[in-house]
């Protein structure tokens, strides 16, 4: 989508900063109210977290993906179908995480008394039930985007939020030119408000404590095997037999599958923690990326040969508490034209997080999809069979 020119007093109705999950999710329900409306990204590209990246197997979730199988997964899926207006068919599968010990894979029953430091992050992969959906998170977001009417303005960073008389008029981005708005929503960082935020609107308590929180690192490793490794589907919760600072990772092989070459090869993505303080050190990030590589191998000892392509992402602030209190409505207290839609605000993290803080923000500003017709998508063999169903 290209982003029509504006002229510099044009005023939004709203702007939408981040592309993200969370963003899309809002941008996307006010484009059926109003396209007076621009979804600014510092990026290069919508999705954020959740877009599509490319690999020699194809397009896939930008690292390992998992939904735990709870009420909320399926209260916030159900929010996503409705402004997708596409049945996720979400499937609740039963699927115990494994670890390796005594010389063989056993279902992980826990971390009994010695929990890693980031325990919440790691545990929140390590339910026995997850759920599955006929689409992949980096699909939604695309879906999202093909769905919203409103402008997009790519490599555009919010570098100040503008405010006078307890509003915000204007963003400007990248140290240069501004966008008007009427309102305005936040969907990046939120650890990054502190900065961007007019002086007068958190106090010096709330700034401190934006900044103050411990946040977690996330050190990605997705790998593609020379062969099949395993048929499990199973998350694997890895860890050494010896306590090191360096904690466990989490994983999983997805399907393995025949290249053009003829030679079947299997995808795998992994994931671990390290303190965000300590994740400039390129050392601690390598020894991170060496302990997963050293706990796979344990595992399955020729998994790691002859390998063609591995990809490492290394994500600052992957998750954090984002303490800053808000209006009902989560709006800001001084500037209640500005909401906030990151995702580490919710009491849910992860896409959880996203999905339901999208939704509260949706109901907050009158653009909840609410009874919007959800189609079901029938795979292309069996569309002949069965005539196409509609739910509501
Ligand atoms: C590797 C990895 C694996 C994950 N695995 C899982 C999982 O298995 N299950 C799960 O539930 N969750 C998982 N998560 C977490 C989940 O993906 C995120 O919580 C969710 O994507 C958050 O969406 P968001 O839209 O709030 O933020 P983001 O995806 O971070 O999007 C924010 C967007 O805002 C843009 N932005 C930020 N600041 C500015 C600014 N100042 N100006 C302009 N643009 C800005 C960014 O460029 C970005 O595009 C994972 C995350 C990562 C990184």
Not at 193 to 214: I, M
Request: charged letters at 20%.
């Amino acid at each position: 989508m290209s982003t029509p020119r504006k002229s510099s007093q044009h005023v939004y109705d709203y702007a939408i900063i981040g592309s993200g999950l969370t963003g899309l999710c809002i941008a996307n329900a006010l484009s059926k109210i109003t396209t007076n409306l621009v979804l600014i990204e510092g990026g290069d590209t919508f999705g954020g977290f959740n877009r599509s990246v490319s690999t020699p197997v194809g397009l896939t979730n930008n690292g390992l993906r998992y939904l735990p199988s709870t009420d909320l997964t399926q209260k916030s899926l159900a929010f996503l179908e409705m402004l997708l207006t596409t049945n996720l068919n979400p499937q609740a599968k039963e699927c115990q995480p494994m670890n390796y010990e005594s010389g063989g894979l056993k279902p992980f029953i826990g971390f009994g008394d010695n929990p890693p430091p980031f325990y919440e992050e790691l545990n929140y992969f390590a339910s026995t039930e997850r759920i599955e959906t006929n689409l992949e998170p980096h699909e939604w977001t695309q879906l999202l985007f093909n769905n919203y009417t409103g402008d997009f303005s790519p490599r555009s960073f919010v570098t100040k939020f503008n405010g006078e008389n307890s509003q915000i008029t204007s963003v400007t981005i990248n140290g240069q030119k501004k966008i008007n708005a009427h309102n305005f929503i936040y969907c990046g960082e939120i650890k990054a408000l502190a900065g961007l935020l007019p002086e007068d609107a958190l106090s010096a308590k709330a700034k401190a404590k934006l900044t103050k929180n411990q946040y977690w690192t996330a050190v990605c490793l997705d790998l593609l095997h020379a062969e099949k490794v395993t048929d499990s589907a199973a998350i694997h919760v890895l860890n050494g037999t010896t306590q090191d600072e360096l904690g466990p990772c989490v994983g999983r092989f997805l399907n393995a599958a025949e290249s053009s070459d003829g030679v079947t090869r299997q995808y795998s993505q992994w994931m671990t923690f390290v303190d965000g303080e300590e994740s400039e050190d390129t050392e601690v990030i390598g020894a991170a990326l060496k302990k997963v590589k050293r706990q796979i191998k344990r595992a399955y000892p020729t998994a790691l040969d002859n390998m063609s392509f591995e990809r490492i992402l290394v994500v600052p602030e992957y998750s954090g508490h984002g303490d800053l209190k808000l209006s009902a409505n989560q709006s800001l207290a001084t500037y209640q034209n500005m909401w906030i839609g990151s995702n580490t605000i919710s009491a849910q993290k992860n896409i959880l997080g996203a999905l339901l803080q999208a939704e509260l923000i949706c109901a907050s500003l009158g653009c909840h999809p609410l009874g919007a017709q959800v189609t079901t998508i029938v795979p292309q063999a069996s569309a002949q069979a069965d005539s196409p169903a509609s739910e509501s």
